[in-house]
């Protein structure tokens, strides 16, 4: 199993930037892909963006432009670089591992108002 660990979450206003980190530990496998899913209250939880080992990324449309996914592999960690943050980016967001198995992050809640 693979253990995630999120950090980086917090209060912005509208308009402002965040970066959210997730630590991975445990059997990590040599292929797997790492990415950043969000859940707001009353909605489906949904992939933000997520990065293979080897580097390729892809975006939810609504985060295009303002949202990097990048990975440190020699430290198991994956970061979400926000920028130009909007109220309807305010959701838990949720670390997740896929290789053999699947792990999920406890979640860090990024709030922004307006």
């Known amino acids: 199993q693979v253990q995630l660990v999120e950090s980086g979450g917090g209060l912005v206003q509208a308009g402002g930037s965040l970066r959210l980190s997730c630590v991975a530990s445990?059997?990590?496998?040599?292929?797997?892909?790492m990415g950043w899913f969000r859940q707001a209250p009353g909605k489906q939880r949904e992939l933000v963006a997520r990065i293979s080992s080897g580097g390729t990324t892809i975006y939810a449309d609504t985060v295009k432009g303002r949202f990097i996914i990048f990975r440190d592999i020699g430290k198991n960690t994956v970061y979400l670089q926000m920028i130009g943050l909007k109220p309807e980016d305010t959701a838990v967001y949720y670390c997740?591992?896929?290789?053999?198995?699947?792990?999920w992050g406890q979640g860090t809640q990024v709030t922004v108002s307006s």
């Open positions: 445990g059997n990590i496998d040599s292929i797997n892909d």
């Open positions: 997740n591992y896929r290789g053999l198995f699947v792990s």
